[in-house]
């Protein structure tokens, strides 16, 4: 990594970054300090948290750079954009989570159609509306924050709806629950809590709950389409009622549940 890599990196963070005194890096070969860094409760650097923070692997040529980048670098922006940045440049691994509705009733209609067309689904994730992906990475996970997530979703009532309709975006195909109003609710509810996380994962503009039944179909969504409507007009409408927030980790490339948070009944 160059010294323009290293800019950009620190150029994304919301806290000022600089290499710690020679006499005062850690001791172990090959780790590169930074100070400050930020805490899950979003404190900053030892003289708040006590915590020091590493990464490891890099460590000689970076530190290398940040003394040739000089000391006190400023940075500006939003500290989940530098953390996707820093896990594609360093090869950090941090293990990402998701913040979902999980909708069982919906297997029995959209189960196939992930098995064949979802990945998600081949690494143990059932069907689901997505509220925020990503979220925080695992290790910001602290008691706090965990805290904060069950008071925010106790206070939302469980959605009720209905899964009633295909639809498409440009090659996903999904099924929509109606009413929405109660999803975007509790997605909003989220974001006010924690608002570097957009809905949805900001991927659109607007956030449109939706349940997913086939990804990256191109040449096969308008069968898909049509296939999965004949299996819902059989079935019939799928009615749910979500009763928690599910919160669950990417790791292995499998996704597990970290924990669940119930929603006002």
């Given at each position: 990594?160059?010294?323009?890599?290293?800019?950009?990196?620190?150029?994304?963070?919301?806290?000022?970054?600089?290499?710690?005194?020679?006499?005062?890096?850690?001791?172990?070969?090959?780790?590169?300090?930074?100070?400050?860094?930020?805490?899950?409760?979003?404190?900053?650097?030892?003289?708040?948290?006590?915590?020091?923070?590493?990464?490891?692997?890099?460590?000689?040529?970076?530190?290398?750079?940040?003394?040739?980048?000089?000391?006190?670098?400023?940075?500006?922006?939003?500290?989940?954009?530098?953390?996707?940045?820093?896990?594609?440049?360093?090869?950090?691994?941090?293990?990402?989570?998701?913040?979902?509705?999980?909708?069982?009733?919906?297997?029995?209609?959209?189960?196939?159609?992930?098995?064949?067309?979802?990945?998600?689904?081949?690494?143990?994730?059932?069907?689901?509306?997505?509220?925020?992906?990503?979220?925080?990475?695992?290790?910001?996970?602290?008691?706090?924050?965990?805290?904060?997530?069950?008071?925010?979703?106790?206070?939302?009532?469980?959605?009720?709806?209905?899964?009633?309709?295909?639809?498409t975006f440009p090659s996903v195909v999904w099924l929509a629950p109606e009413p929405?109003?109660?999803?975007?609710?509790?997605?909003?509810?989220?974001?006010?809590?924690?608002?570097?996380?957009?809905?949805?994962?900001?991927?659109?503009?607007?956030?449109?709950?939706?349940?997913?039944?086939?990804?990256?179909?191109?040449?096969?969504?308008?069968?898909?389409?049509?296939?999965?409507?004949?299996?819902?007009?059989?079935?019939?409408?799928?009615?749910?009622?979500?009763?928690?927030v599910t919160l669950l980790v990417s790791e292995d490339r499998r996704w597990r549940?970290?924990?669940?948070?119930?929603?006002?009944?």
């Open positions: 990594m160059d010294n323009a890599q290293l800019v950009s990196l620190t150029s994304l963070c919301s806290v000022n970054v600089r290499c710690l005194p020679k006499a005062d890096m850690p001791a172990r070969r090959g780790r590169l300090a930074l100070m400050p860094f930020p805490t899950a409760n979003n404190s900053f650097g030892p003289e708040k948290s006590g915590h020091w923070a590493s990464v490891d692997g890099a460590g000689v040529a970076l530190k290398r750079l940040c003394h040739d980048a000089g000391h006190g670098l400023k940075a500006s922006g939003r500290l989940a954009r530098f953390r996707d940045q820093a896990r594609a440049t360093l090869g950090v691994g941090m293990s990402r989570t998701l913040l979902a509705l999980m909708v069982p009733e919906a297997e029995p209609v959209v189960g196939s159609f992930r098995d064949q067309y979802d990945p998600s689904a081949r690494r143990g994730l059932g069907a689901h509306i997505t509220l925020i992906y990503p979220f925080l990475d695992s290790q910001w996970l602290s008691p706090q924050v965990l805290a904060r997530l069950r008071d925010v979703i106790a206070g939302v009532p469980a959605p009720m709806f209905r899964l009633i309709e295909v639809r929405a109003k109660h999803i975007m609710v509790l997605a909003d509810a989220l974001v006010a809590a924690f608002p570097d996380h957009p809905k949805g994962g900001g991927a659109f503009p607007d956030f449109v709950p939706h349940l997913t039944a086939a990804r990256g179909v191109h040449h096969e969504k308008e069968a898909v389409v049509n296939e999965l409507g004949v299996r819902l007009a059989d079935y019939g409408p799928v009615y749910c009622w979500c009763e928690n549940v970290l924990a669940q948070f119930p929603l006002l009944h």
